[in-house]
């Protein structure tokens, strides 16, 4: 979502998203992906336009435009809660899915 990774871990702010979001759709015009792997709650959002809470979003495929986005936790999360990286892990296998039901190999 952003090209650096604020201070101390924080999360992101609105300004950091929106200064980096042209530079992310061009990114995303040029590869087309067909699913995207929506790694952390602000990627989620910033993807979606979804403020559902990342616990209820996670690994449920989302049509948006030309691709798919499969909201996931983001990896520095696996050390505060149990079960997440079992979680995120699930996750990679339902956007693995959304990429077989579009058939690609």
Known sequence: MVKCRPPGNR???QAEV???APYLDLQL???RPRVILA????AARRLTGLTTPLE???GD?????R???VPTFHPSS???RRGRQDQAGADVGAARRALDDQGVP
Request: proline share 11%; net charge positive; glycine share 8%.
């Open 11 to 13: 999360p992101l702010t």
């Open 61 to 65: 495929p989302h049509p948006v435009g």
């Open 18 to 20: 929106a200064a980096c």
């Open 39 to 42: 790694v952390g709650a602000s």
């Open 29 to 31: 015009a040029l590869v």
């Open 56 to 58: 209820r979003l996670h």
């Open 67 to 69: 691709y798919t986005v």
């Open 78 to 80: 696996f050390n505060r």
